[in-house]
Nanobody, 115 residues
Framework: QVHLVESGGGMVQPGESLRLSCAAS????????MGWYRQAPGQQRDFVAR???????DYADSVKGRFTVSRDNAKNTVYLQMNNLKPEDTAVYYC?????????WGQGTQVTVSS
């Protein structure tokens, strides 16, 4: 059984930063593909970033240059550093890991960017 727990969300003003964490149990991030996704109210869940076991990283165009994914294998935790946040970044952020033929999702953490 895989369990993912996101944390670090909150309410910030435009231009500020947040760092989200996703802690995993049941499988290591270091050997599995993982991703960050977000879902705004009334919208579909969208891709934000992904990190491969080989540390290849992809970002959605909307966050390139502002968001950074990193991994701490010792803590089995993945981070999403979000800088220069914009109101359109407001959403629930989820992490996902692909393991044993299926996706496993966390419960999400709310990020609100508002002045």
């Amino acid at each position: 059984q895989v369990h993912l727990v996101e944390s670090g969300g909150g309410m910030v003003q435009p231009g500020e930063s947040l760092r989200l964490s996703c802690a995993a149990s049941g499988t290591p991030f270091s050997t599995n593909h993982m991703g960050w996704y977000r879902q705004a109210p009334g919208q579909q869940r969208d891709f934000v970033a992904r990190l491969s076991p080989g540390a290849n990283i992809d970002y959605a165009d909307s966050v390139k240059g502002r968001f950074t994914v990193s991994r701490d294998n010792a803590k089995n935790t993945v981070y999403l550093q979000m800088n220069n946040l914009k109101p359109e970044d407001t959403a629930v952020y989820y992490c996902k890991i692909y393991y044993r033929g299926r996706d496993w999702w966390g419960q999400g953490t709310q990020v609100t960017v508002s002045s």
